[in-house]
């Protein structure tokens, strides 16, 4: 997902790269056209490792299940439960990083820490070490996104970042492309080899896999210690800063966020329905990203090699058309319309939920993964508007934070996506190989229920939207 606050859609269309060292403000001295797109540059191609590693292992899954001798609904837990336990403690502290620490270095650790973890997935002997490897995932990544949109919002002045933004989509649209076609070849390829054994580790064919992912994060890691860090944005007046003076005890809360959630809280009727919105529709399509692969194999009898050259032409397809898409109707929105972002959110939910369900009662494999296809078209285009939503009313010093909770939302409910679908696999319809059962019932009952919180969210979105340009903003 790709986030930032919305500008003049005629401004960023006619802007060019050169507009950057033109666009300075009184208040703001902005980085030069080369540091702002290399820190760019790095940025996608972090969020890139980090997609396509997600993307392999859930390309293992099938294999994970047999070797370990996995339920469904523990299989689902590996996927995500397991990695999101740390987060519940550390997420929200560590995007605090973002908003008081130099973002680049929080950047560097973070995607270090994503490829240790990958790494010790491929050395680990049992269930339960690879459980424990995976819970330190989504801790290490949770600040990837706050510092990053928070970086890249003070690298590029309003006329230009929607097109940042736009770009860095590119790293999710390579990792999704590039992780089904690789991950799907590498999986055949080493399926007959025989266990490896190294320093008394059984090493099992697929898990190499994992341990080569891993190495392209360290290299990530280091490119971010080559990044110019941008100045800060000032923050708005309107703002209610965090103490400054206040006892210890008060900064270490004030540092867990509790700031953030206040102002969260006191928007409520703004904030809660998009972010209702995002959990709804997070927890079926991260379940539905992962199960999609044992779906194909029960119901088509596809391998992960033809799995992953059709996802990779359906991703690359639907992952251009819907960059295009999103932009398009967002454009035409805004010019008549304050709630641009929201409504257009809404319209690419329903898109999703119809291509969706039609993916899964599909008749031929081939039908399915074009259907899929399309469902991420629509993902993919109501990405940056629904995002940009939260960038434009969030306040300014609390940036990092409040994109922390939103993006807190779209990870834990996401992360309980796989174990759900799992769960309903096994415990509800009762027979693993009537998964497609549990998939269309999950997406019939959980992506209208998204579509229509983030249609209640239109008003009062469209109300703080005035209210902020009232105010200057």
């Given at each position: ?7 003049a859609p005629?401004a960023?269309?006619q ?10 403000t ?11 797109y290399w ?8 969020t890139?490792?980090t ?6 292992f ?7 299940k047999?070797d370990?001798g996995l ?6 837990f590996l996927?995500?439960p ?12 560590l ?7 130099p973002?680049?270095y929080?950047?560097?650790g973070g995607?270090?820490v994503?490829?240790l973890?990958?790494?010790l997935?491929?050395i680990?002997?049992t ?8 819970v330190?995932?989504a ?5 990837h996104?706050p510092s990053?949109?928070s ?6 002045p309003?006329?230009v ?7 860095l ?5 390579g990792?999704?492309t590039l992780?089904p ?5 590498l999986i055949?390829?080493?399926s ?13 064919p697929?898990q190499?896999?994992l341990?080569w992912?891993?190495?392209?994060a360290?290299f990530?890691?280091?490119l ?8 800060r944005?000032?923050?708005a ?7 400054t003076?206040?006892?210890f ?16 809280h ?5 904030y809660y329905?998009?972010?209702g919105?995002?959990?709804l529709?997070?927890?079926?399509s991260f379940?539905?990203?992962?199960w ?12 992960e090699?033809?799995i ?8 690359l ?5 819907g960059?295009v898409?999103g ?11 304050k709630d641009a972002?929201?409504?257009?959110a ?8 119809v ?8 008749p ?6 074009i259907a ?11 990405a ?6 939260i960038?434009?009313?969030a ?11 939103y993006?807190f939302?779209?990870?834990?409910f ?6 759900l679908?799992?769960f309903v696999?096994?415990y509800?319809i009762?027979?693993p190989?009537?998964?497609?059962q549990?998939?269309?019932?999950t997406?019939a009952v ?15 979105y469209r109300?703080?939207?005035e209210?902020?340009e009232?105010?200057?903003?």
């Amino acid at each position: 997902m790709a986030m930032g606050p919305p500008a003049a859609p005629e401004a960023d269309v006619q802007s060019t790269p050169q507009e950057l060292d033109q666009a300075n403000t009184p208040d703001k001295e902005w980085p030069s056209t080369t540091a702002a797109y290399w820190a760019l540059f790095v940025i996608i191609f972090a969020t890139f490792v980090t997609f396509f590693d997600q993307v392999v292992f859930g390309m293992l899954g099938e294999r994970i299940k047999q070797d370990f001798g996995l339920t469904d609904a523990q299989l689902g837990f590996l996927a995500g439960p397991a990695s999101i336990i740390c987060y519940l403690f550390v997420g929200i502290p560590l995007a605090r990083l973002a908003d008081i620490y130099p973002r680049k270095y929080v950047l560097s650790g973070g995607v270090a820490v994503v490829g240790l973890v990958t790494a010790l997935g491929g050395i680990a002997q049992t269930f339960i070490q690879f459980v424990g490897s995976r819970v330190f995932l989504a801790a290490g990544g949770s600040a990837h996104a706050p510092s990053s949109y928070s970086l890249i919002a003070d690298a590029f002045p309003p006329q230009v970042i929607t097109r940042a933004f736009a770009l860095l989509q590119f790293g999710f649209i390579g990792g999704t492309t590039l992780g089904p076609v690789i991950g799907g070849w590498l999986i055949v390829t080493t399926s007959h080899w025989d266990p490896s054994y190294v320093g008394g580790l059984r090493i099992l064919p697929w898990q190499w896999i994992l341990i080569w992912i891993a190495l392209p994060a360290f290299f990530a890691a280091a490119l971010f210690l080559t990044v110019k860090e941008p100045k800060r944005m000032a923050p708005a007046a309107d703002v209610e800063q965090p103490p400054t003076d206040a006892s210890f005890g008060r900064k270490v809360i004030t540092f867990m966020g509790f700031d953030a959630a206040k102002a969260i809280h006191a928007n409520g009727r703004v904030y809660y329905p998009m972010f209702g919105a995002l959990a709804l529709s997070a927890t079926e399509s991260f379940g539905l990203s992962f199960w999609r692969i044992p779906f194909m194999i029960r119901t088509f009898g596809w391998d992960e090699a033809e799995i992953g050259a059709a996802i990779g032409l359906t991703v690359l397809i639907g992952s251009l058309a819907g960059l295009v898409l999103g932009g398009t109707v967002v454009e035409f929105l805004a010019k008549r319309h304050k709630d641009a972002n929201v409504r257009a959110a809404f319209i690419f939910f329903c898109g999703t939920t119809v291509s969706t369900i039609t993916a899964l009662l599909a008749p031929t494999g081939w039908t399915s993964m074009i259907a899929f296809g399309f469902a991420g078209m629509f993902g993919l285009a109501g990405a940056v508007p629904q995002n940009a939503a939260i960038q434009r009313v969030a306040p300014n010093s609390m940036r990092g934070q409040v994109t922390a909770f939103y993006l807190f939302m779209f990870t834990f409910f996401g992360a309980m996506g796989s174990f759900l679908i799992g769960f309903v696999s096994e415990y509800i319809i009762g027979d693993p190989q009537k998964l497609q059962q549990a998939l269309v019932l999950t997406a019939a009952v959980i992506l209208p229920m998204a579509g229509f919180l983030m249609f209640r969210a239109i008003k009062p979105y469209r109300g703080e939207v005035e209210r902020l340009e009232s105010l200057g903003r």
